[in-house]
């Protein structure tokens, strides 16, 4: 059963009293890494602006405080943290239940048995492609696949449960059922098939990653393939991606109402790429209690509910299902973030999405750094 499931009742009940579920804890920007999809910012947050183990404490008291039940930990490469097995402490001790979001570069067998002595709860460990030479050559680092088939070998090994993230585009989406097939043979109880979402350094590669709509449709009925010859094996987590979709995602799960996000030096956001929405004023845990933020902050005042909503959100009926879509994304294609989402098919800039999702180009992926 998945963390939120298990979680379910309380999770309804804390969104009915205005309360966030989730915390992303991105612990430092720093990866051994370059994936050319990269959701971190394009301008990365130094070491030096870190936060320490101490203040990422105090964050996770108040946030269990506020209502929060789980915390990603995150990055970057959360592994680049000294005091990682700290921090995952922390929020065990919190009374957090803690989900290591991992590409396994830098995470050693020992300091994983020690995270898990400390408490930790889940590992997601993301992999590129089905296969070595591709998933390396995507993630920009030699050996990399290999590492994370041992890493997640050991993670079953201890008897924790495995989540393995694969992020799509169009050099890997005809791979699906491989995908899903190794997360299997890998021993992970559920496979996140998370196509790119075109933000920071995916924007920057938007062209380079864009699948063709045929790839997209095979990779629909894939998904629909997989869920059936794996049922009760394996939960595969997959959406239509958002340039091929009629109606948006609720974006998550709506603006400041379920998840909050902390950056590596404190500041405070409702989604990873809110700070790509230019006049938005991040307050930061340095200065102000995590409730304080939630309930007050003005960036996450900015979009909650439904009240800034333009037409066709407005008066539309599923405007409390998706919540008008994807803030950061209305913004970098419109260039006004209370617009509805693009991607919505009643949207009066919805051929901007249909323009951009024909647009392919074959050159080399301009790789995060
Ligand atoms: Fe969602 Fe707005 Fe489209 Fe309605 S008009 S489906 S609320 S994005
Ligand atoms: Fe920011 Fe969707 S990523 S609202």
Redesign the pocket.
């Known amino acids: 059963m998945t963390p939120l499931g298990m979680l379910a009742d309380k999770e309804l009940l804390m969104i009915k009293l205005g309360k966030p579920l989730g915390l992303l804890a991105e612990l430092t920007h720093r990866c051994p890494l370059g994936c050319p999809y990269c959701s971190n910012p394009v301008a990365l947050e130094s070491r030096a602006g870190e936060l320490d183990a101490a203040t990422w404490a105090r964050v996770f008291r108040e946030a269990a405080s506020l209502g929060v039940l789980q915390v990603h930990l995150s990055g970057g490469e959360p592994a680049a943290r000294r005091d990682l097995v700290d921090i995952t402490a922390a929020a065990h001790d919190a009374g957090l239940y803690t989900n290591l979001i991992t590409s396994a570069i830098g995470m050693t067998s020992g300091r994983l048995r020690q995270l898990v002595d400390v408490g930790l709860d889940h590992v997601q460990i993301s992999i590129q492609d089905s296969e070595a030479f591709s998933s390396d050559l995507i993630a920009g680092y030699e050996g990399a696949y290999e590492r994370k088939r041992a890493l997640s070998s050991e993670v079953v090994q201890l008897k924790v449960p495995l989540t393995v993230n694969a992020v799509i585009h169009r050099a890997n989406i005809d791979h699906i059922e491989d995908f899903v097939a190794l997360a299997l043979e890998l021993g992970a109880g559920r496979v996140e098939i998370a196509h790119v979402q075109y933000y920071g350094w995916a924007l920057r590669n938007r062209a380079k990653l864009m699948p063709t709509r045929e790839q997209v449709e095979r990779a629909l009925h894939a998904v629909e393939r997989m869920r059936k010859r794996y049922r009760g094996r394996i939960v595969i987590d997959a959406v239509t991606p958002d340039y091929f979709a009629r ?2 995602k609720a974006c998550v799960g709506g603006w400041g109402r379920r998840s909050l996000n902390v950056t590596p030096s404190g500041k405070v956001l409702p989604c990873h790429a809110a700070e790509t929405i230019p006049w938005l004023e991040f307050w930061s845990v340095r200065d102000r209690p995590l409730a304080d933020i939630w309930e007050s902050s003005p960036a996450f005042s900015a979009f909650r509910g439904t009240g800034w909503m333009r037409e ?2 407005a008066s ?1 009926p ?2 409390e299902v ?1 919540f ?2 994807c803030r950061c994304q209305a913004f970098a294609i419109t260039g006004d973030a209370a617009q ?2 693009p991607v ?1 098919q ?2 009066p800039h919805h051929m901007l999405v249909e323009r951009l999702a024909a647009i392919r180009e074959e050159a080399a992926f301009d790789y995060r750094h």
């Open positions: 109606f948006p066709p959100c539309c599923r405007r998706d008008g879509g509805a989402d919505c009643l949207s």
